[in-house]
């Protein structure tokens, strides 16, 4: 076999990082017939290491993990192995999260909303050195690159709080009940229930509807 055509048949290799086993577990299986899925990891201090043994084409990152998420293993991993490049999966849709996974050095961010087919086509893109964003989030992007270069991405309000703690706060602000985001979320109501009680805590509020207010202030809804 020469080594143009040895190179056409290699597959795309591509590490997951999620803390939920059960969605990787699933993404893998979406994915299996387009690339070759090298690994994955469940924390940031796993993916440093695994990511750095397999050398993937395309790293799928999950935004919020509870040890520091994707944000610390762009940081990590950027420098040292350059040649990896990063696309966001996510539950959220925050400007925030967005902007701040791009300027870190994410090559595209896409929502959990999406179909296998379009993922799949999403990590190819990305593969090949284009820009991949789920349409809605786009806007986000171009704001902070462009018309408004000033964008925050950090508030002293919200660093308050720990990741699971904002994924619960948005989720809250749009209406869900606690068994829904219990459910969303993959942890235990009472779970839920402590999180809210610790963001009411840390906000100086006194129920859901301050915190729903707060947070379509800061775009988080």
């Known amino acids: 076999m020469t080594e143009s055509v040895a190179e056409e048949s290699r597959r795309l290799t591509v590490f997951l990082v999620d803390d939920h086993a059960m969605f990787r577990a699933g993404v893998r299986a979406e994915l299996g017939a387009h690339v070759e899925v090298v690994g994955e990891a469940s924390t940031v201090a796993e993916a440093v290491t695994r990511i750095a043994a397999t050398a993937p084409d395309v790293v799928l990152l999950d935004v919020h993990m509870p040890d520091g998420g994707g944000r610390a293993v762009l940081d990590a991993m950027r420098r040292s192995h350059p040649q990896v490049k990063f696309l966001a999966l996510s539950v959220s849709d925050a400007a925030e999260d ?120 800061r775009r988080l809804v």
């Open 98 to 217: 967005v902007i701040g996974l791009i300027r870190a050095g994410a090559r595209g961010y896409v929502t959990k909303t999406i179909s296998p087919d379009e993922l799949a086509a999403a990590v190819r893109r990305v593969a090949d050195g284009d820009a991949v964003f789920s349409p809605r989030l786009a806007g986000f992007v171009l704001d902070a690159f462009a018309s408004r270069p000033d964008v925050p991405v950090a508030d002293p309000e919200l660093d308050q709080l720990t990741n699971r703690e904002r994924e619960v706060l948005r989720l809250l602000a749009r209406g869900y009940a606690y068994k829904e985001i219990a459910k969303e979320l993959f942890i235990s109501i009472k779970t839920v229930e402590t999180h809210v009680s610790n963001v009411l805590r840390k906000l100086q509020m006194s129920n859901r509807y301050e915190l729903s207010r707060w947070a379509a202030d």
